[in-house]
């Protein structure tokens, strides 16, 4: 059985005492909350603080991105020893936002990936089409060259410890979702391609979560399908109430 696993990307938001507001009332919503694996990514600035505040709690901490790089001239970037010191054992890596903004590809995802693998990070890895792309019907050519160019090179041992997140780039922030037949469809695909690429066995091991406008109100129709694991949760990660409730629904 696959654990479910919900993680929130706070991205550009919540200052440090905000942050530290937020996530306190995050603890105390989900203490009771046992079956799901429950990630929270504030912003760097604000990691060291929240780190303080989850010390004993079930909730994990991870960053927004790192660099591959251990050290060195990469000004603005934050390496995995500097996410480790701060707590965090997750990071999440290609978000969508960062290849459409930040110049992001499948090749720097696979340094990425690799070097937090290697430093002993869990990565939450994000593959999505866009909307032109889901309308001209290649959807599947796309999200088959993104997994491919982020599992480059990987062994299966270390390819079973990596999360995936689906997030169509269309249904991110827009308030569209994938209905869940879209979205189990496409989770489906991904873990069809993890088996082409190593065994049925092994990608069937690997979670794959859902993000793309997650709420409250779709989130069990969502979770309840068999290839989703769960969510990565931008916009109603901000709140405490919400993420709470989107959590349980993994239940």
């Not at 999200?143 to 480059?152: C, D, N, W």
């Not at 037949?181 to 859902?210: K, M, P, W």
């Not at 406008?213 to 989130?219: F, G, L, R, W």
């Amino acid at each position: 059985m696959r654990k479910p696993i919900v993680a929130g990307n706070w991205k550009m938001n919540k200052t440090a005492n905000e942050a530290e507001t937020l996530v306190k009332d995050i603890v105390s919503a989900v203490a009771d909350v046992s079956g799901v694996e429950v990630v929270v990514c504030p912003p760097f600035t604000a990691l060291d603080r929240v780190s303080r505040v989850l010390e004993g709690a079930r909730i994990r901490l991870g960053g927004q991105n790192m660099h591959w790089e251990a050290n060195g001239a990469y000004t603005g970037e934050v390496s995995a020893q500097m996410l480790l010191t701060c707590g965090c054992e997750y990071v999440i890596l290609g978000h969508s936002e960062r290849r459409t903004f930040f110049g992001e590809t499948n090749a720097t995802v696979n340094k990425r990936l690799k070097a937090s693998l290697a430093a002993g990070l869990n990565p939450i890895v994000c593959v999505g089409e866009t909307l032109e792309e889901r309308k001209t019907e290649v959807t599947e050519k796309v999200i088959r060259k993104q997994v491919t160019g982020a599992f480059e090179g990987l062994a299966v041992g270390d390819a079973q410890k990596v999360v995936l997140a689906y997030e169509p780039v269309w249904a991110i922030g827009t308030g569209l979702t994938a209905t869940p037949e879209q979205a189990e469809a496409v989770h489906a695909f991904v873990r069809q391609v993890l088996g082409q690429i190593y065994s049925t066995d092994a990608a069937g091991v690997v979670r794959i979560q859902y993000g793309g406008s997650v709420k409250p109100e779709n989130a069990v129709d969502l979770f309840s399908r068999p290839n989703i694991d769960g969510g990565l949760i931008g916009g109603a990660a901000l709140e405490a109430d919400s993420f709470a409730a989107i959590v349980k629904a993994a239940l």
